[in-house]
């Protein structure tokens, strides 16, 4: 059953008083008890302080961030502004400003630069950001095929199970397997697009979203219909402001044309890391603390209110309209978004074929493999190498994560990067699980000591990939794979 | 329903949890509250994966098994990682679970943890002495769903700050709390405690 949830009764009572929170829990239906959990779990609903804050992602942290830090109250998570390290935010009363190069623009209406944005498939070369734009460059094909019944749910379930497409959040699951799970489930069932993108060093998601909302839409949709959804929800990162307006406008204007064939919604999202685990979302949707669910059951069988629920990253969904468009193009160079920054001359999102070598993905931005220290490839949630040769695909040796790539320059001190990674897992880390909370602050202490024994990077490994979810089963990998790149140095 | 535990053919009846099945420790498990899942140290190897044994159910030609060396790894650090962030004072068990898993928490070197957060002595009849909490929700589930449906209990904070708390951080006697008692009943640290000895 659809109840009103909790965290939007929140939002709108901000700031919070106590008789906000009772109110928002009687509206809600929850007891107080629930509603104050979850008021003590999200920053927001906490005291946010005014003042100055540097972006803490692995840019900031290769460039020092102790002199980044001067004139500062203190760290914000990662933003997605790799790309444009160091970046600020500001908090002045009830608004967030971004601060770029000495400028600075309100979340409400900051965007990725357009220019970071280079290939042809996933990101036009032109911003679609109106439904003309979008439909002149060929969209929305598929969607009408839909509506006039050309297109069935099995021909798209087919086609994606073709493409081969793979889930692009991270997990690389077959999608057609979970949209298929859901499609078999009893109605009412639901979709969700996962645009919580906050993995360090990643910001594609961002910039579709921001850039391209008619796109990830229209994927979305054909989602929702081929798995018979009642509704489309679009989870989107409580930060990215600008993104939320246009994807409003651009469901406002599909409704207009006719063509939102799923009632669509979109829903800000918790603003934390572990929102992106799809069960951890769906509980912030229900109105809990944004805590990963025990598995099985899985959210295909039993997801948001207990209904088949398919949760799909951004990129993925994206994917479908490209996939229907062309079976035969997209196999022969299925394309894959990376979020490469750090110490190349053009950082940015490069649209490559997946199997692009990392160094030739590195050299498309203006990088130079051989006077690299190492890269961090996938993010928090990924490994430092120097595998240069190293294909760009799913299920090889390295994790690909959702695509980011941080480049090192020979004067960068990984440990401080790393420190970087260390202290966002166990800022980041819910607490509900053991190994998790204590694995990473153990972790951070034995980084910021700078601890090179093996033995015990063993253990810290075998106890964290007992955690309850990818968060802390991933923890560690940044970890062990610096000493294996120092190891081979 | 036939699976095979450690090597050996085993027969289960339908719906058994592995932890009837296998030997090894547990800590956030509470039939009652139905707390399962959290602690991780019942983790058993299910056909290649980990899976908590209090939270998975046998069936018909699973391959378990409960006492790798990864496994071994994992229940020894965990009780280390434990005794270094946390009061242990008052749970004998777990004390004698570290003794018997040859824990060497100084291995680790200093780590910051929550021994110490001040008791909290808000009502005549039990204490809540964070300082020894492992934060394993017993409580709040006991409190709650699993037993009370009374909801006088709540969490706050994240990661290693998590720990129970009341509704608005009231003092109990300001809250929905009956004082039945059963949060001081399957507390297995010590820091729900009676004030008074019955
Ligand atoms: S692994 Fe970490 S983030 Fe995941 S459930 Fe456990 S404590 Fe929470
Ligand atoms: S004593 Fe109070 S807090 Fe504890 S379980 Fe009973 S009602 Fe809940
Ligand atoms: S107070 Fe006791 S029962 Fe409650 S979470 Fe802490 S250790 Fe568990
Ligand atoms: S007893 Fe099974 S996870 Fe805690």
Known sequence: ??????????????????????????????????????????????????????????????????????GTVGTHPPLGLEALAPAYVRVEGEERWVEVGGRAEPFATFRLPFALGHGR?????????????????????????????DLTPEALLKAVEEAGLLGRGGAAFPTHLKLRAVARGEAPRYLVA??????????????????????????????????????????????????????????????????????????????LYICGEETALLES????????????????????????????????????????????????????????????AAPGLYELPLGTPLGEALRRAGGE??????????????????????????????PLGAGAVVAFGEGVDLWAVLEGLAHFFQEESCGKCFPCPL??????????????????????????????????QSAYWAYRSLLEVEGAA | MRL?????????????????????????????????????????????????????????????????PGL??????????????????????????ALALEAEPGRWGEVPGRKGREAIEDNPFFLRDYAKCVNCRRCVDACGDGIMGVYALTLTGRGLLAHPTTPLDRPLPETPCVFCGNCVQVCPTGALRPLTEV
């Not at chain 1, 036009?124 to 095929?145: H, I, M, S, W």
């Not at chain 1, 990963?292 to 899985?298: S, T, Y």
């Not at chain 1, 961090?376 to 299920?395: K, S």
């Not at chain 1, 990473?440 to 007992?466: C, F, H, I, M, P």
């Open chain 1, 369 to 398: 493999p051989e006077g690299l220290k190492a890269v961090l490839l996938g993010g928090a949630a990924g490994v430092f190498t120097r595998d240069f040769a190293f294909p760009l695909r799913y299920r090889e040796r390295l």
């Open chain 1, 194 to 271: 996962n645009g919580d993108e906050s993995e360090p060093g990643n910001f594609k998601d961002r910039f579709l979203l921001e850039h391209h909302p008619f796109l990830v839409l229209e994927g979305a949709l054909l989602a929702g219909f081929a798995v018979g959804a009642s509704r489309v929800y679009l989870y989107i990162r409580e930060e990215f402001q600008a993104a939320i307006r246009g994807l409003k406008e651009a469901i406002g204007a599909l409704e207009e044309a006719g063509l939102l064939l799923v009632p669509t919604e979109v829903f800000q999202s918790g603003g």
């Open chain 2, 72 to 97: 071994r790894a994992l229940r020894k650090t965990l009780l280390e990682w434990l005794l270094l962030t946390t009061d242990l004072s008052l749970a004998p068990e777990l004390q004698a679970l």
């Open chain 2, 4 to 68: 095979k535990v450690d090597g050996k053919e085993m027969e289960a009846r339908e719906g058994a949890l592995l932890l009837e099945l296998v030997q090894v420790p547990t800590l956030c498990h509470h039939p009652h509250t139905e707390t399962r899942g959290l602690c991780r140290l019942c983790l058993v190897e299910v056909d290649g994966r980990l899976s908590p044994a209090c939270a998975t159910e046998a069936r018909e030609g699973m391959e378990v098994w409960s006492d790798t």
């Open chain 1, 439 to 472: 694995g990473t602050t153990v972790q951070l202490a034995l980084v910021q000591r700078r601890v090179r024994d093996a033995r015990l990077v063993e253990d810290l490994a075998s106890t964290l990939k007992g955690s309850l979810c990818g968060l802390g």
């Open chain 1, 1 to 70: 059953m659809e109840k009103p949830g909790l965290l939007p009764l929140l939002d709108a009572r901000l700031p919070l008083t106590e008789e906000g929170v009772a109110e928002a829990a009687r509206l809600a239906g929850v007891s107080l008890a629930q509603a104050w959990g979850v008021v003590r779990y999200y920053p927001r609903y906490g005291e946010v302080r005014e003042g100055r804050y540097l972006v803490d992602d692995p840019v900031a942290r290769a460039r020092g961030i102790g002199s980044l830090l001067e």
């Open chain 1, 121 to 149: 498939k996933l990101l036009p070369p032109e911003p679609t950001d109106t439904l003309e734009a979008y439909r002149a460059q060929g969209g929305l094909r598929a969607l009408e095929a839909a509506r006039k019944g």
């Open chain 1, 285 to 344: 949707m229900e109105g809990r603390r944004a805590e990963p669910r025990l598995k099985p059951p899985f959210p295909v069988e039993k997801g948001l209110w207990g209904r088949p629920t398919a949760v799909q990253n951004v990129e993925t969904l994206a994917a479908i309209p490209r996939i229907l468009e062309g079976l035969e193009a997209w196999r022969r160079e299925e394309p894959k978004l990376f979020s490469i920054s750090g110490d190349v």
